[in-house]
């Protein structure tokens, strides 16, 4: 039914009819075709590409684009108007292919774009087809088939378009006859459908109309309603009564009342004692009471009562209910498409892991490397840890910088990781076993481990008994190397033994000084035994100092 009210719109629009009246003082002079949304037309005058389109754009339009087979149907009878057009004639259309782009075979429109901006077609009707790169435009010809040519080529003319929102119907004249003028400049006797703007003269009664681009209906201008009933109902909303003598009356259907306009009705105050809550209509001369969307009369009849869309389950995951109206909402990890579907959000998109990222349904899992494991207190952090469970551990090494894992020192001789033995720095209260890596606390008997795991509290006291004192912070993953600390204890030892010699040194001298004096003092004899010196004998043992007094 679409295609034939086309085509009966596509001949009434071309006004194949022979002869007018004497009445049309307007003559049609560009052939349309019309249909409810868009108007084409065809102006024969040589030009350019460019040049052609400003035909088109001085009417508000553009050159055609063809984009379906009903707009082919139009580029059919518009170019059979005015008796066959030859073959050999080309009219432009609005495809073209840019500058500095050449065509391709894997679409419709090879890679050509109409002069709308739109890329795409379900409709293509190629034949001789030029492989040579743009600026390349195309025309039509007689047989429908599209031919690429330069854009600064001459064509025999241009197919246009004019689109628009709405239309108004064709005026029933009754026995009288109308012309159309549309604002593009067509002027024509047979159109269908008129776009917004057009204005109509109605013979023989002299009257004019303009098509109304908010109400879609024809507007008198310069006459009151009623006109003629024969024409249109003579403007009248429900009934036009031709009188026997006078001008045309408008009545109304019963329950209504005629207008101070003189045409459209109104119903009678019969909704102001009916009591409707939102809304009320006269029918058949009674009154009826409506609800406004989202809402249901209750039972009396006049007042509303919201409906609850959400017992209807339109959501896919939640449904939120609104005076008049409801909302769809989605679960966390998910996002509200425009017709209400929850689209899961691929949260790995911006890296929320510090190594692997898995998306999941509404959320996502965080994975770690070989030779890592997650953070006990961020799921989304790797921290580096030992393989295998033994004392030394292979270091992550980046340059010149070494890194251990939690429980391990680094050994810069051999570069590798040693086990730190906790339990030697007293960092439970009870007692200590060292692993791999970490320790365990446990309490003696009658205390329980506290939920930090070092702490041992007793049964029953609620008080902490501190049994050692809490040790320092636990060392970091890349703490102080076991070559500096070996490194330490050796230089403490020198000193120590270089002090400790020192000391002893000045004791004895200070002890052979007293001797010496004691023996000035006491005139005593003293008889000393050569002895060997310790480069010689190396202070053998055997070898000692008598004193005879």
């Known amino acids: 039914m679409l295609f034939l009210r086309l085509c009966l719109s596509l001949l009434l629009s071309l006004g194949l009819s ?22 084409y037309s065809v102006q024969r005058q040589r ?23 009903v707009a082919a149907e139009a580029i059919s009878v518009l170019l059979r108007s005015g008796g066959d057009t030859p073959l050999s004639q080309k009219f432009w ?18 890679g050509y774009r109409w002069v709308d901006g739109q890329t795409g077609s379900d409709y293509s009707k190629w034949g001789a087809a030029s492989p040579a790169c ?19 080529e001459k064509a025999d003319g241009v197919l246009c378009e004019y689109r628009y929102p709405g239309s108004c119907r064709g005026i029933r004249p009754g026995n009288g006859t109308v012309t159309y003028s549309t604002p593009f400049g067509t002027n024509s006797s047979q159109l269908s459908e008129l776009p917004p703007g057009t204005l109509a003269w109605v013979e023989p009664w002299g009257l004019r109309f303009q098509c109304s681009g908010d109400t879609w209906a024809w507007q008198p201008l310069g006459h009151p309603t009623p006109w003629r009933c024969q024409l249109e109902n003579g403007g009248c909303q429900h009934k036009c009564e031709e009188a026997l003598a006078g001008s045309p009356q408008c009545s109304c259907q019963p329950g209504y009342q005629l207008s101070r306009d003189g045409h459209s009705c109104q119903p009678f ?47 896919e995951q ?32 911006t890296s929320p892991c510090a190594q692997k990222c898995a998306n999941t349904d509404g959320s996502f899992q965080c994975y770690c490397g070989r030779g890592y494991e997650t953070d006990p207190a961020d799921p989304t952090m790797c921290v580096f840890y030992c393989q295998t469970n033994t004392e030394f ?19 810069d001789r051999i570069n590798k990781c040693q086990d730190v ?129």
């Open 318 to 349: 939640r449904c939120v209910n609104s005076p008049g109206n409801f909302s769809c909402e989605c679960l966390p990890g998910y996002q509200l498409t425009s017709d209400n579907k929850c689209n899961d959000i691929n949260e790995c998109i």
């Open 47 to 69: 030009r350019k590409f460019n040049m052609a389109r400003n035909l088109c754009k001085s009417g508000g339009g553009d050159a055609m684009t063809v984009g379906s087979t």
């Open 269 to 315: 105050d019969l909704c102001q004692e009916a009591g409707c809550q939102h809304r009320c209509i006269v029918q058949e001369g009674s009154p009826y009471c409506l609800c406004r969307d989202g809402y249901q009369l209750d039972a009396t009849g006049k007042g509303c009562v919201d409906v609850d869309e959400c017992q209807q389950k339109p959501c």
């Open 421 to 549: 033995n906790e339990c030697e720095s007293g960092y439970c209260d009870g007692e200590c076993t060292n692993t791999f890596g970490s320790y365990k606390c446990d309490c003696k008997e009658s205390f329980e481990l506290q939920e930090d795991g070092v702490h041992c509290e007793s049964e029953g006291s609620g008080t902490v008994e501190s049994l050692v004192t809490p040790p320092p912070s636990h060392p970091s993953r890349a703490g102080l190397s076991l070559g500096v600390v070996l490194g330490s204890i050796f230089a403490i030892a020198v000193l120590t033994l270089v002090l400790a010699g020192l000391g002893h040194h000045l004791l004895a001298k200070r002890s052979k000084w007293k001797a010496s004096s004691a023996y000035k003092l006491a005139n005593q004899d003293v008889d000393l035994r050569q002895v060997t010196s310790a480069e010689e004998h190396k202070c053998q043992p055997s070898e000692k100092l008598n004193v005879v007094t």
């Open 134 to 152: 743009g600026p390349r435009c195309v025309t039509v010809s007689g047989s429908g088939a599209w031919a690429d040519r330069p854009c600064n």
């Open 93 to 110: 259309i609005g495809l073209q292919l840019q500058q500095k782009s050449c065509p391709v075979n894997d679409s419709l429109l090879r």
């Open 18 to 39: 022979e002869g007018k009246t004497p009445q049309q003082e307007l003559e049609e002079t560009v052939p349309t075709v019309c249909v409810p949304t868009v108007c």
């Open 393 to 411: 551990c292979d270091a992550r090494c980046t340059g010149d910088e070494c890194y251990c894992p939690e429980g391990y020192l680094l050994d």
